[in-house]
């Protein structure tokens, strides 16, 4: 274009030695018994096991609330959490570091890879064709994903281009320098850093030169989600099937799942949070317009929760600390300016 184990007790008890010796019993006549009931197929038994876990161990679907989700486990091990209404899933994967050492001494080190689902999720769909087909691919899909991807814009990124000559990635930066010659101008979206027109359902939009390779931070989120994801993408801010142009409208109506009402102060749900959500600011206009929006990353070596987004004072996305610190919860300017969240 980022518990506690109780130590076994030494002995063994006598009713403890006939349990073992009921279970043994049990599982000689279940190997020996033709007409025993057969295990249902397993979903993604073709994909690469956890280590720890035997090939073809069954899939376990939890149902959990707050927001309404399905968790899939392997083994006890959590492999992805798909939330009802919204194509963003996690994924466990390995781990990796996001880094801006041009900005931040802080690193995220996770394991969650996110990635859209070709359909908003719904409680069963573990059942769907869709899903057996999608999730095998996915579990082993090491592509780059939406915490790659928005690492792909931040200070010294290179540059690539498509078959076409387009460049796709690369620095970034926030938008052309305001005719004062203070502050750089806002309004620059995914088609000016691109270059190239674009036709959306409700509207056209024609590239800026003067905006070119500049994304503010709603057109940031939408080259992200939108351009290189694949998720569809709207011109205007009026409700519709897909990312409306500007934060507050993200916000308000989607798509996707409310996590974080925005009750025009402070929030600090942050145990609602995963890798992928957007979250949103007041930080310019009136309390009741969200103005500014990132994409959370995870917490970071210091423990604090980190975010991406495309910001003026550093000209263009970051994850790092200059022009205030990209955290949630350390008190600083973005962190009590946190007002809303939401999952796509």
């Not at 506690?4 to 073992?20: D, E």
């Not at 001494?105 to 969650?112: L, Q, R």
């Not at 009402?261 to 600011?281: E, H, T």
């Not at 205030?324 to 969240?341: C, K, N, P």
Request: proline share 8%; glycine share 12%.
């Amino acid at each position: 274009m980022s518990n506690a184990t109780r130590r076994p007790a030494t002995g063994v008890a006598v009713g403890s030695l006939v349990v073992v010796v009921a279970l043994a019993a049990l599982a000689v006549w279940l190997l020996t018994n033709p007409s025993r009931p057969q295990p249902p197929p397993t979903i993604g038994a073709g994909t690469t096991p956890s280590a720890a876990q035997p090939a073809g161990t069954p899939l376990v679907f939890d149902r959990l609330t707050g927001p309404a989700r399905t968790v899939v486990r392997e083994g006890g091990r959590v492999l992805a959490v798909f939330t009802d209404g919204a194509r963003t899933v996690t994924l466990d994967g390995p781990k990796r570091t996001f880094a801006e050492p041009a900005a931040t001494k802080a690193a995220v080190h996770t394991t969650t890879w996110v990635r859209l689902a070709p359909q908003p999720w719904q409680a069963g769909q573990e059942t769907a064709a869709w899903f057996a087909d999608w999730f095998p691919k996915a579990r082993a899909d090491t592509s780059a994903d939406v915490l790659e991807v928005a690492t792909q814009y931040v200070i010294d990124a290179p540059a690539d281009k498509d078959g076409d000559g387009v460049r796709y990635r690369g620095d970034a930066s926030f938008g052309p320098v305001k005719a004062t010659g203070a502050g750089r101008k806002e309004q620059s979206d995914f088609f000016d850093y691109l270059g190239k027109p674009w036709s959306f359902p409700d509207a056209k939009g024609d590239p800026d030169s003067s905006r070119y390779g500049a994304v503010d931070c709603s057109g940031f989120v939408r080259l992200v989600y939108g351009y290189r994801m694949g998720m569809p993408l709207l011109g205007t801010n009026d409700p519709g099937p897909g990312l409306p142009r500007r934060a507050y409208a993200i916000a308000d109506h989607g798509p996707g799942v409310e996590l974080v009402p925005n009750k025009r102060a402070r929030a600090s749900a942050y145990g609602v949070l995963q890798p992928g959500d957007l979250v949103f600011f007041e930080v310019e206009d009136g309390p009741e317009t969200l103005d500014h929006v990132g994409i959370y990353i995870g917490i970071d070596d210091g423990g604090h929760h980190r975010f991406i987004s495309s910001r003026e004072r550093i000209d263009g996305p970051t994850l790092g600390d200059v022009g205030g610190t990209s955290l949630l919860d350390d008190g600083g300017h973005y962190s009590t300016a946190w007002r809303a969240a939401r999952r796509l």
